[in-house]
Every structure is written in C-alpha cells, then in structure tokens.
C-alpha cells in the first residue's frame, strides 16, 4: 500500500486547496499509470468545479461548446481507473430528502447484532458525474468518544431504509 498525500510541500509547490479537478485527475492518472491495484480518495467533490474554462464562460455568457469542463475530465479518469470515492453522512438536524442511497456489498449474513448502528440523517456525496463514474465509494466518518479520541470506527450505517 502506498498513500499518496496532499502535503504541506504539495500545497506550496501547485497551491492552495481545492485544486483544479483537472490537476486532480492528472494525479489520479499518474498513480493509475504507476499500476495501483486501486486509488481510494478520502476527499469529496460536492460542487461544480469554479475554475473549470467552461463554468467560467458560462459565468460570462461567453459561447462554451469547446472548452475544457474540468468535472468531465475528472469523470472520464474515474470511470477508466480503479478509482474508490468518499462521501461522508450527517448527523445535525439538517435533512437530504431526495439523496440517492448508495448500493453497499454484505460479505457476511447472519451476524449477531450486538452493537449500536448509527443512522444518519443526510449525506455529502460527490456531484452526480463523479459519484456515478466511480469504481466504487465508502463513507470516511468517525465519531469521537466522550473525551475526543477516535478509538474504533462504524463499518455500517442505516441509510434509506424505509420503516
């Protein structure tokens, strides 16, 4: 396993966070190039890239038919790299009515439910063209204990099920 990380010398030599989609997607085609068996990104893409030339025009009523859409590339690199993407729940009073409800993979049936499963009341995903060009996704929550230390993590939650 190797992490690719967004570091402080990252930061300094390509700017300030968030990067361009199109700069993302140069990444994740070096790392898919460089043979990873599979990328998984703790980062969440739930607006429109700003600094795409095509949201700009757009912006300024100019004619955008042949100008690069930096969601699109990054889509296209996701949808041909074994990209795993992020999405996180929430759990304030704020609720998401219409969020589609991601497909989960049940290895094991059977377990005895001896712990607390959470159940979220909204969730943070990836705009549409990138959650749906995704090799896959996983939620990155954690919720801390009483004192503030993050001492095991939710490998389940209840979304969208109706009662």
Avoid at 14 to 23: A, D, F, K, T
Avoid at 29 to 58: N, V
Avoid at 93 to 108: L, S
Avoid at 129 to 136: A, D, K, R, T, V
Wanted: aromatic content about 10%; cysteine-free; proline content about 5%.
């Amino acid at each position: 396993m190797v992490i690719v990380d967004i570091d402080e010398a990252s930061l300094e030599k390509y700017g300030q966070w968030p990067w361009s989609r199109l700069r993302v997607s140069e990444l994740i085609r070096k790392i898919s190039d460089a043979r990873a068996g599979i990328i998984g990104l703790d980062i969440i893409f739930s607006e429109p890239d700003k600094s795409s030339p095509h949201t700009i025009a757009s912006q300024l009523k100019i004619n955008i038919e042949n100008l690069d859409n930096y969601d699109q590339i990054l889509a296209k690199t996701f949808a041909t790299t074994p990209t795993v993407g992020g999405y996180f729940f929430r759990f304030d009073k704020k609720t998401h009515e219409n969020m589609p409800i991601i497909p989960a993979v049940f290895i094991e049936k059977g377990l005895q439910n001896n712990h607390t499963v959470l159940e979220p009341k909204g969730v943070v995903l990836n705009i549409d063209i990138l959650q749906n060009s995704l090799y896959s996704s996983g939620f990155f929550n954690n919720v801390p204990d009483a004192d503030g230390m993050v001492r095991s993590v939710s490998l389940v939650m209840i979304w969208g099920l109706k009662r």
